[in-house]
């Protein structure tokens, strides 16, 4: 019994150190699990994302392809020719091979120089072919300025304004189909002539843009000066002026004498004041007199 006891508590004692150690790595692991994967549920909730932006217009074009460039071109030039008409006869074979066409012609013709003033429209591709031909022509050019705009900006906007209200124009009119009442119907008829109008503004504007891009226009001025010769003015004979000038002059009289006449009411005034005066003054005489 006795040998029985220590052997118990001997038992007791492996036991308690086994749990002890058991224990101490549990607490271990669990301090590897946090440092792994830390705690996330005190945190603060994440946000949830913005809304996404409205696109560009730009940005959609260019991702579908390339954006194909709307430029305006003009320009304005002088030249000074010695053959005008030849110079003209040049100018008009250009204009019809590189199918243009005459906006304005204007002729001018002067003691010092005749001139053509000329608008022309000519297609884009061929403008700067014919500048070109002008340059290399018979001629100096006294001035010269092109021009180029870029209008893809304003093109882009005015496609993307006919597209929706387009599509607000299709959104009226499914609603008038629902209309219930009078009232309904004039109001959604009263927008619908507000888009239409608003549409056809924009495609005015459209085709006015792809015109301006698909012809360019040069305002050339061209002239030829003259050697100055003195014409003087071929005057008649003195009798012949001698006699103008008497009826100028009974002319002038005649003129006078009724606008001397026009004046009757002041005279009528006039002789009426002096009539007064006069008798005041002869009483004032007659008075220092006695």
Not at 160 to 171: A, E, V, W
Not at 212 to 229: E, G
Request: glycine share 4%; with cysteine.
């Amino acid at each position: 019994m006795t040998r029985v006891i220590p052997l118990l508590v001997l038992a007791l004692l492996i036991g308690s150190c086994n749990q002890k150690q058991s224990n101490k790595d549990a607490y271990a692991y669990g301090d590897i699990l946090e440092e792994e994967i830390p705690m996330t549920r005190q945190s603060s909730p994440v946000p949830p994302p913005p809304p996404p932006s409205a696109p560009n217009i730009e940005d959609a074009i260019a991702e579908e392809g390339e954006i194909k460039k709307k430029i305006i071109k003009d320009g304005r030039m002088t030249m000074q020719v010695q053959r005008l008409g030849y110079a003209k006869h040049r100018i008009d074979s250009l204009v019809q091979s590189l199918e243009g066409y005459y906006a304005n012609e204007s002729y001018s013709n002067t003691d010092r120089e005749s001139s053509f003033n000329l608008n022309i429209r000519i297609p884009s591709i061929n403008f700067e072919k014919f500048i070109s031909a002008i340059e290399s022509g018979e001629g100096e050019i006294q001035f010269k300025a092109i021009d180029a705009r870029d209008v893809t900006d304003q093109f882009i906007d005015l496609e993307t304004r006919l597209k929706n209200k387009r599509s607000y124009l299709n959104r009226y009119r499914d609603l008038l189909k629902q209309a219930k009442n009078i009232k309904e119907i004039l109001e959604i008829e009263e927008n619908i002539r507000g888009l239409e109008e608003e549409i056809e503004s924009t495609v005015g504007r459209l085709k006015y843009l792809s015109d301006q891009v698909s012809y360019s226009t040069l305002d050339l001025y061209l002239f030829m000066r003259k050697d100055f010769t003195y014409n003087p003015q071929k005057q008649d004979s003195f009798f012949e002026r001698l006699k103008q000038s008497l009826s100028k002059g009974w002319h002038a009289f005649i003129s006078f004498l009724l606008f001397i006449i026009r004046l009757w009411p002041f005279w009528i005034v006039f002789l009426f004041v002096s009539y007064l005066w006069r008798k005041y003054r002869r009483k004032k005489k007659q008075r220092n007199t006695n």
